[in-house]
T-cell receptor, first 109, second 112 residues
């Protein structure tokens, strides 16, 4: 089945710095979703990408789907302490959502 | 609006005891329902999913089971808990493939 590798596993940044997490697959993906899980909380859906080369923005968050639909990235500009949490990519496989291992972001004020 | 309820929030159970976690969804009909488990500091592992009443698919062989007695009710059970069953259990629902999953607030299970 499809698997996605997510890197890095951890990222520590100073408040105001940018942050990027990457999701890679060896096979072509039909779509990719991104979730955020705050410490102690549950995953919250952020966005879904379906088109090759698609770029979507949500305020300081930029999501990109690769041209070959084998990779995706989430970029946060000028991180804030409220961005702390784990960011997961996930792919739909046979109607089931399979998650990457996540990137844990910590932000030092 | 749609809401998902999951309880209890935390649970401490002895090894060998039974388990029953319940999840209910409001505001939608015929949702797809899912049980995930998250070990400490790790990703989410899909345990069971259901596309309708009485229809359960198991992803990981283990001593857990799931049931869907009603359209918007999903139950995770075990007859005898193991230490390795400790983790954060999350219920989720979805409708179709065009929308993201909505997760419940989860149950933190510690088996002692």
């Amino acid at each position: 089945g499809q698997q996605v590798m997510q890197i890095p596993q951890y990222q520590h940044v100073q408040e105001g710095e940018d942050f990027t997490t990457y999701c890679n697959s060896s096979t072509t993906l039909s779509n990719i979703q991104w979730y955020k899980q705050r410490p102690g909380g549950h995953p919250v859906f952020l966005i879904q990408l379906v088109k090759s080369g698609e770029v979507k923005k949500q305020k300081r968050l930029t999501f990109q789907f690769g041209e070959a639909k084998k990779n995706s990235s989430l970029h946060i500009t000028a991180t804030q302490t409220t961005d702390v949490g784990t960011y997961f990519c996930a792919v739909l496989q046979g109607g089931k959502l399979i998650f990457g291992q996540g990137t844990e972001l910590s932000v030092k004020p | 609006s749609q809401t998902i309820h999951q309880w209890p929030a935390t649970l401490v159970q002895p090894v060998g005891s039974p388990l029953s976690l319940e999840c209910t969804v409001e505001g939608t009909s015929n949702p797809n329902l899912y049980w995930y488990r998250q070990a400490a500091g790790r990703g989410l592992q899909l345990l069971f999913y259901s596309v309708g009443i009485g229809q359960i698919s198991s992803e990981v062989p283990q001593n857990l089971s799931a049931s869907r007695p009603q359209d918007r009710q999903f139950i995770l059970s075990s007859k005898k808990l193991l230490l390795s069953d400790s983790g954060f259990y999350l219920c989720a629902w979805s409708v179709g493939d065009s929308y993201g999953y909505t997760f419940g607030s989860g149950t933190r299970l510690t088996v002692v």
